[in-house]
């Protein structure tokens, strides 16, 4: 049996042959006996994955991955900018360089880009402590403190290329 | 970009207790700016679409990373779900799209194996032995899914997400083709070889099992 | 334009034409800090690191080892300006403003790259840094001191 035949009783199994041809293969099934093992291993298959996709929990506290989330919405609201590419941009840098921060830890992060800082032991309340500007439109910055190691860090990385092509909406076509 | 910013001053009202709302409820309390709402989705539906982002790209960080720039899009682009799908199914478009666009990324950078050259050319047969056994025989519901996830690990990316996106998104051929940038044929003869291959490792995890 | 990874942070302290230290100077140290995984640097100009700075970078970044490239001094004239050199490319000018605010303007192979207007604690550092080439990464640590 080739492979196109092979193809076509999947294709048969899937729904996915106009009707005329559909019935054609469903009689070949039917008086061959290779192509009746082949159509029953593949609905073997198919029948197992159904319903069977492996659940998972995502790794991170809901008020944690929540707050990264809002963050970022809230400063794209602000600066009207568009959102930092994929990998490259400002999640992945958090988790490429920084320690395995606890949730709680991860609160005292808070600046992103331009932005104020406010004192985490609310000495006299909104004190201003830091103003970060990027001076190059190729670079981006981060900011935190680290109030057990007594730091200020200013994070400044390369911005990533943003994608050739927006593959945003779910029914666009994604890179040709 | 759809701006949208929540009105300090008249806070978007819910009909009831946010956590009873439904997703269509919290979807048009969202749209008009209402962060609560969105956060309450956020938190409904955060483990499927980070699990869609997992099994695609197989690394916890790039999953987690991944699905948060999907729920900034989403929330971006809220205004232009209409409710033809489900909301966690336009989501989970939203964040297989960035997932695609992540895994060709890593492509271009990665060289590619004699297998999937001769794949993409949709030339050279290869031998992989049917199963003629059913591998999922006898497995209790949380074994096969444990089976099935160990086996897509190892699938290529090409074969792993051909895979999802037709048997657990449920999509066509054609739609696959679309969003994977190549043919239909493509798509046909990734689709034989991941299901052949996921057969053939759980046969195998079978006979590990066996004999043990 | 000095792409961030291969810019190495210089601090070029250039003592202000008045020099002396008067009572709103400030004085400030600068350690450039390259940060590996490897347990030993390819330059073998790099030396070990002082144990105050290990511990507060390792505390908070990923990177298993810290060198000092460099380390230099510098005061900074009230209401003015120093630039201080930490590598042959880069400086960072650091300006004593109103208040408690002092600004730190990263300079890479001549053009400015970011700038912070930070009002530090006493004894806090304030850490510009960034990714270097194969996964290090380098650190500029700037203290006040006495």
């Known amino acids: 049996m080739n492979l196109e035949i092979k193809l076509q009783i999947q294709a048969w199994l899937d729904g996915e042959l106009p009707e005329a041809e559909a019935l054609r293969v469903a009689a070949l099934v039917k008086r061959d006996a290779a192509s009746k093992s082949l159509a029953a291993e593949l609905e073997t298959m198919r029948a197992a994955l159904t319903g069977n996709e492996p659940e998972m929990k995502l790794p991170e506290t809901r008020d944690f991955y929540w707050s990264k989330i809002r963050r970022e919405i809230e400063r794209l609201e602000s600066s009207g900018s568009a959102p930092l590419a994929t990998t490259g941009g400002w999640m992945h840098a958090w988790r490429r360089w920084l320690m395995p921060l606890t949730g709680t830890a991860m609160v005292a992060v808070v600046a992103v880009g331009l932005a104020w800082l406010v004192t985490p032991q609310g000495q006299g309340g909104d004190i201003f402590l830091a103003e970060i500007e990027n001076l190059s439109e190729d670079v981006g910055s981060y900011s935190f403190r680290a109030p057990a190691q007594n730091m200020l860090v200013v994070w400044v990385y390369d911005k990533a290329p943003l994608p050739a092509v927006d593959s945003d909406l779910p029914a666009e076509t994604t890179l040709q | 970009m759809n701006k949208r910013k929540t009105n300090p001053v008249e806070p978007v009202k819910l009909p009831q207790e946010i956590g009873t709302c439904s997703d269509e409820q919290l979807v048009r309390a969202a749209q008009k700016g209402g962060m609560e709402a969105f956060e309450e989705l956020v938190g409904r539906h955060r483990d499927k679409i980070y699990a869609r982002a997992f099994s695609m790209m197989r690394n916890e960080d790039d999953a987690v990373d991944l699905s948060q720039e999907a729920w900034v899009k989403g929330w971006q682009r809220l205004v232009q779900f209409q409710g033809d799908s489900s909301f966690v199914t336009w989501m989970t478009r939203i964040v297989i799209n960035l997932c695609l666009d992540q895994l060709r990324k890593h492509k271009r950078q990665r060289a590619e194996s004699i297998e999937e050259m001769a794949e993409e050319s949709g030339g050279v047969e290869r031998q992989m032995p049917a199963v003629t056994i059913n591998p999922t025989a006898g497995l209790e519901r949380s074994e096969l899914r444990a089976r099935i996830d160990r086996a897509l690990g190892q699938l290529s990316y090409e074969h792993r997400t051909v895979l999802i996106l037709h048997e657990f998104e449920d999509l066509e051929y054609k739609e696959i083709a679309k969003r994977m940038a190549c043919s239909i044929g493509t798509v046909m003869s990734r689709l034989f070889y991941a299901r052949r291959k996921m057969a053939n490792l759980m046969a195998s995890y079978k006979r590990e099992e066996l004999n043990s | ?146």
């Not at chain 3, 400030?26 to 390819?42: C, F, H, M, R, S």
């Not at chain 3, 109103?98 to 890479?108: F, Q, T």
């Not at chain 3, 930070?118 to 001191?145: H, P, Y």
Request: charged share 25%; glycine share 6%.
């Open chain 3, 1 to 146: 334009m000095c792409r961030i990874h291969r810019c190495w942070a210089a601090v070029l302290v250039g003592l202000l034409i008045t020099g002396g230290v008067s009572a709103a100077d400030i004085k400030v140290e600068a350690v450039l800090v390259w940060g590996t995984n490897d347990q030993k640097p390819k330059d073998a100009n790099l030396k070990a690191l002082d144990k105050a700075i290990t511990e507060k970078l390792s505390k908070v970044f990923k990177w298993k080892n810290y060198f000092e490239v460099s380390r230099k001094k510098a005061t900074i004239p009230s209401r003015s300006s120093s630039k201080i050199a930490v590598s042959k490319e880069c400086e960072v000018e650091i300006t004593e403003m109103e208040g408690p605010k002092v600004a730190y303007r990263l300079i890479g192979k001549g053009n400015p790259v970011n700038k912070t207007v930070a009002a530090l604690t006493k004894g806090e550092s304030i850490v510009i840094a960034g990714e270097g080439v194969n996964e290090t990464a380098w650190f500029v640590v700037i203290t006040e001191t006495e």
